[in-house]
C-alpha cells in the first residue's frame, strides 16, 4: 500500500527564512504528487503538482517542488518566506486509485 | 471557480445521534470524497464516489457510510455517533479520468460528539 511521509510536523522560521519541507513516498510505480496548503480558517488549496516532466515544478506564491524518483522524495522549497506563509502544509500522492494519499501534515509558523 | 460546500461548518451532536453531513459541488464533477482531519494524522480517507449511486471504502470506512443520489451532492452519515469520531470533515471533489485528479476541498465541518 501507498504511503506518504512528512517528518517536520512544526517548523518556525523568521520571514526572509529560507524553507524546505520534506516529503517521502512509497509506492513502486507511476506517481502524480501534490502539495496542499492550509491558512487558517481557510480552504485546503493546490499549491503545485507534479505529473511528468521537468521534475521542479513551480507553484503559487513562490514555491517551488523537486521530485527525485530515487530518493522517492519531493520536497518543498521556497527561498524567502514572509509572515503570510504561516499555514499548515500537506504532501499529497495519487497513483490511479482515484483518491489522494496524504501525508500527516507541517505545520509552519513564520515570525515577524 | 469550483466550489465545493458543506452543510455546517460547525455540528455539536450526542453519543448515538444519527448524523448527516452533507456537501455540494457545483462544478459537475464525477468524483465525490470525505476524509477527516485529525492533527498529526493528515486527512484519512473515509469514502468516495466515481458517480451516482456509486461508492467506495476508503482507508476508514468503519462507523460510517455515504449516500450519493445525484452528482452534485454526497452524504456523510454517522449512524450513531461516538466520540471518536469527534473530528474536522473534509468534502472534495474532482474531475473523473484525468490523472491530475486536482481534488477541491470544501470549508469542513468541525463536528464535536459528547
Known amino acids: 500500500a501507498q504511503s506518504v511521509s512528512q517528518h517536520n510536523h512544526h517548523v518556525i522560521l523568521s520571514e526572509a527564512a529560507s524553507l524546505e519541507l520534506g516529503c517521502n513516498y512509497s509506492?513502486?510505480?507511476?506517481?502524480?504528487l501534490f502539495w496542499y496548503v492550509q491558512y487558517p480558517g481557510q480552504h485546503l488549496q493546490l499549491l503545485l503538482k507534479?505529473?511528468?516532466?521537468?521534475?521542479l515544478v513551480k507553484g503559487i506564491k513562490g514555491f517551488e517542488a523537486e521530485f527525485i524518483k530515487s530518493k522517492f522524495s519531493f520536497n518543498l522549497r521556497k527561498p524567502s518566506v514572509q509572515w503570510s506563509d504561516t499555514a499548515e502544509y500537506f504532501c499529497?500522492?495519487?497513483?490511479?486509485?482515484?483518491?489522494?494519499?496524504f501525508g500527516s501534515g507541517t505545520r509552519l509558523q513564520v515570525q515577524p | 471557480d469550483v466550489k465545493v460546500t458543506q452543510s455546517s461548518r460547525y455540528l455539536v451532536k450526542r453519543t448515538g445521534e444519527k448524523v448527516f453531513l452533507e456537501c455540494v459541488q457545483d462544478?459537475?464533477?464525477?468524483?465525490m470524497f470525505w476524509y477527516r482531519q485529525d492533527p498529526g494524522l493528515g486527512l484519512r480517507l473515509i469514502y468516495f464516489?466515481?458517480?451516482?449511486?456509486?461508492?467506495e471504502k476508503g482507508d476508514i470506512p468503519e462507523g460510517y457510510s455515504v449516500s450519493r443520489e445525484k452528482k452534485e451532492r454526497f452524504s456523510l452519515i454517522l449512524e450513531s455517533a461516538s466520540t471518536n469520531q469527534t473530528s474536522m470533515y473534509l468534502c472534495?471533489?474532482?474531475?473523473?479520468?484525468?490523472?491530475?485528479?486536482?481534488?477541491?476541498f470544501g470549508p469542513g465541518t468541525r463536528l464535536t460528539v459528547l
Open positions: 499529497a500522492l495519487y497513483t490511479g486509485r482515484r483518491a489522494l494519499t
Open positions: 462544478m459537475d464533477h464525477e468524483n
Open positions: 472534495a471533489s474532482s474531475i473523473q479520468g484525468a490523472s491530475t485528479d486536482t481534488q477541491y
Open positions: 464516489s466515481y458517480d451516482v449511486k456509486m461508492k
Open positions: 509506492y513502486g510505480g507511476t506517481v502524480n
Open positions: 507534479y505529473f511528468s516532466g521537468d521534475p
